[in-house]
Nanobody, 123 residues
Framework: QVQLVESGGGLVQAGGSLRLSCAAS????????MGWFRQVPGKEREFVAAINWSSSSPYYVESVKGRFTISRDNAENTVYLQMNSLKPEDTAVYYC????????????????WGQGTQVTVSS
């Protein structure tokens, strides 16, 4: 079992940066793919980024490529999402999630979820 707790959300102006952190408990963290999703009211949860256990070949949704970077520290059981050049359309609740499916980008395949952290980008 893996429990996830996000932190680092907040209010930032367009063009600014935030770094989200997700602290995980559980001995299997290093073996699972970790992802970030986001959701705005009235819309489906959207895949943002994912990274497998070895940190090779991270995946990103097209709209954040070149602006967001996902990384993980298996020794610290933590995954990060560095968000630069933020835009108002990045405003959402961001969720950290984990899956046993290698490289998955589908929310339905993620079995561990955090409680979410709000990111608000003002124009």
């Amino acid at each position: 079992q893996v429990q996830l707790v996000e932190s680092g959300g907040g209010l930032v102006q367009a063009g600014g940066s935030l770094r989200l952190s997700c602290a995980a408990s559980g001995r299997t963290f290093s073996r699972i793919t970790m992802g970030w999703f986001r959701q705005v009211p009235g819309k489906e949860r959207e895949f943002v980024a994912a990274i497998n256990w070895s940190s090779s070949s991270p995946y990103y949704v097209e709209s954040v490529k070149g602006r967001f970077t996902i990384s993980r520290d298996n020794a610290e059981n933590t995954v990060y999402l560095q968000m630069n050049s933020l835009k108002p359309e990045d405003t959402a609740v961001y969720y950290c999630a984990g899956t046993l499916r290698y490289g998955s980008t589908k929310s339905g395949e993620y079995i561990y979820w955090g409680q979410g952290t709000q990111v608000t980008v003002s124009s």
